[in-house]
């Protein structure tokens, strides 16, 4: 439960100021052993919109190019 709350706190302050913030996001890999088999990847940008409806976060990288990831698939956050 702390954690999920660490991770409230991380977006809201990063919305508010406009701060970038690093995901670590599970990436499944379905043609190996099973859906828990897969890596874990960092995705950094700003986060440009939560769809609360869909569950995702639109997270718009240092490319420039809009990363949608699901709440479920989020392991960890940091503001950098």
């Known amino acids: 439960m ?4 660490d991770m409230e706190m991380v977006i809201s302050e ?3 100021f406009n701060h970038p913030v690093q ?3 599970f990436k499944s890999l379905p043609m190996l052993n099973g ?3 897969g890596e874990i990847i960092h ?7 939560i769809n609360q409806l869909r569950k995702l976060f639109h997270v718009m990288d240092l490319k420039g190019d809009t990363n949608l990831i ?11």
């Open 35 to 37: 859906p828990e088999t």
């Open 43 to 49: 995705i950094e940008g700003h986060i440009h919109y």
């Open 23 to 25: 995901f670590s996001v």
């Open 14 to 16: 990063a919305m508010e």
């Open 2 to 5: 702390s954690q999920i709350e």
């Open 70 to 80: 699901k709440f479920e698939d989020v392991v960890g956050m940091k503001m950098r």
